[in-house]
């Protein structure tokens, strides 16, 4: 079976300086060669370094590096998913607090919901459990979004590594 190539992009919000190390190893053996990481201070938390780092692999890469840092106390990361031929793309959140949040990416980088998530979170709003604004939101990560924003934030003026689509 041919495995179709695609690309994402890693990135390091937040990790305590020891911890550095470790989230290389991880990500290194998920992709089968030693990243080069450029670390920087993480103005947003002190004590911590931020990072990001381009990858290509099969298809599925993304769960990869993702099950490979997730639980780690402490970290604060992204990892993407470029669509590739015959699969959609993932998007990857994890915070301390919040664990992780997996989302379907289309070819825009749009989260696509499935139909059944939305009718769920329909019925629990029907029944007054929540709003269904509060379930969209969780649908769309947006709790992942408000933590991680401000540790975005403090990575603007680092260099930015466009990606273009695999063929």
């Not at 390091?12 to 990481?37: D, K």
């Not at 590739?84 to 949040?101: D, H, I, K, N, Y």
């Not at 019925?123 to 992942?144: C, F, I, N, Q, R």
């Amino acid at each position: 079976m041919t495995r179709s190539a695609t690309r994402g992009v890693v990135y390091i919000h937040s990790a305590p300086s020891a911890l550095c190390p470790h989230v290389e190893w991880a990500v290194g053996g998920v992709l089968g060669m030693a990243p080069q990481f450029e670390w920087t201070p993480q103005p947003a938390q002190a004590g911590t370094y931020r990072t990001e780092y381009s990858w290509v692999g099969d298809q599925g890469t993304g769960a990869a590096i993702t099950s490979a840092l997730r639980g780690w106390n402490h970290l604060r990361f992204e990892v993407t998913e470029e669509a590739s031929s015959g699969t959609e793309g993932a998007r990857f959140c994890a915070t301390p607090a919040l664990g992780v949040f997996h989302a379907v990416t289309g070819l825009h980088g749009d989260i696509m919901i499935p139909e059944d998530r939305l009718k769920a979170a329909v019925v629990k709003a029907s029944l007054g459990e929540t709003t269904l604004e509060l379930e969209v939101d969780k649908l769309l990560g947006k709790p992942w979004d408000d933590e991680l924003e401000t540790f975005r934030h403090a990575g603007d003026g680092v260099a930015v590594r466009w990606l273009h689509q695999v063929v």
